[in-house]
């Protein structure tokens, strides 16, 4: 018997017969349905089969999809559901979640599926669980990002729906993968330092990753260090990176690197900054820019160029908190910004 999962603001209870309305309405969102598994519009008999079959279960079986309502606790308003699938014994379960679109943007999402996530590995035998998506629904994936899930791979024109094909995005977590998570530091650290990259470290440096959606603004390792290697030429001559490894309280935890000021290039440009998934979220990055800004201060630079991507997890708001204002140039399709070094 499932009982009832309490969190911060939610309730996460069994789905039954008298949530019809609101399931009716979330399937018909057109805003909620665009990326996901159904036509509209769906019809209320069909919600109600679903809700039928799911109250005669007394809680996720294996090779059945079993659902639960979410309930914002202080107002008993349902605002959203969750799905499991188990598969083969339990050992492995599929998960989905959908939410009124009223209330995206309030970590609600996030909050019902770390609560799932974390009461699904309750059970010792659970060895994975699964997610797939649109590649398109970027903010679909963040959730996944936000409570572990890794990115896994990228299937082409795996999933249809009615008459339309598309790809499809796999994320995974192991139950190692969900304790690494689990135990992930989230305080700021007491030491944030740059370190020369060499033969003694580069493997550990190179292992950094972001979260997938965030490759849209911010290169892979792979990528970074290609490009250090064989930078590119700007105004008649090469750029001239200039690469430092982040080190947090001892541990391995981002990478920067820097188009550093010289005589064709007279301003010194923020080429790359990364924070690995399982330390971000902890103000490392913007300590990074602090020593950035004085090892240019110290080049005897100004100011200091970066620029972003616009789309869904821009770190436009990032820059621009650390004292970066768009110089209303667009280079290559990124916004470019300066800050002030004086």
């Not at 060895?127 to 896994?152: C, I, K, Q, W, Y």
């Not at 997890?313 to 990032?318: E, K, Q, Y």
Request: hydrophobic share 40%; with cysteine; proline share 6%.
């Amino acid at each position: 018997m499932f009982q009832p999962i309490h969190t911060e603001r939610l309730l996460i209870r069994a789905a039954r017969s008298n949530d019809d309305a609101a399931l009716h309405g979330r399937r018909n969102d057109p805003e909620v349905a665009r990326y996901q598994d159904w036509l509209t519009p769906y019809p209320i008999s069909k919600v109600q089969r679903i809700l039928a079959e799911v109250e005669a279960m007394e809680g996720p079986v294996p090779d059945d999809w079993w659902m639960a309502s979410v309930e914002i606790t202080d107002t008993g308003e349902v605002i959203g559901d969750l799905v499991v699938h188990p598969t083969l014994n339990g050992r492995t379960v599929e998960i989905g979640y959908t939410f009124a679109s009223r209330h995206w943007g309030n970590g609600y999402a996030v909050e019902a599926v770390q609560a799932l996530v974390d009461w699904l590995f309750t059970d010792e035998t659970r060895t994975r669980l699964t997610g797939t998506l649109h590649p398109d629904n970027r903010a679909s994936a963040m959730v996944l990002e936000r409570t572990g899930f890794l990115f896994e791979g990228h299937t082409r024109l795996s999933f249809w729906l009615g008459d339309e094909v598309s790809d499809d995005w796999i994320y995974g977590m192991t139950r190692e993968d969900h304790e690494t998570w689990k135990n992930r530091p989230l305080t700021p650290p007491e030491t944030v330092s740059l370190v020369e990259i060499d033969q003694s470290n580069e493997i550990g440096f190179f292992r950094l990753r972001t979260h997938k959606t965030q490759e849209d603004f911010v290169a892979p390792m792979p990528v970074s260090f290609t490009d250090a290697l064989f930078p590119e030429i700007i105004d008649g001559a090469p750029v001239v990176p200039w690469l430092r490894g982040v080190v947090a309280d001892g541990d391995m935890v981002g990478f920067v690197m820097l188009a550093l000021m010289t005589e064709h290039h007279p301003e010194p440009y923020l080429w790359r900054l990364l924070v690995d998934r399982l330390h971000q979220r902890r103000g490392i990055g913007g300590r990074v820019i602090d020593l950035i800004a004085e090892e240019c201060r110290r080049s005897g630079a100004t100011t200091l160029l970066t620029s972003w991507e616009k789309g869904k997890g821009t770190p436009a708001p990032f820059y621009m908190s650390r004292g970066f204002v768009p110089t209303g140039n667009i280079v290559d399709g990124e916004t470019e910004a300066r800050k002030s070094l004086v």
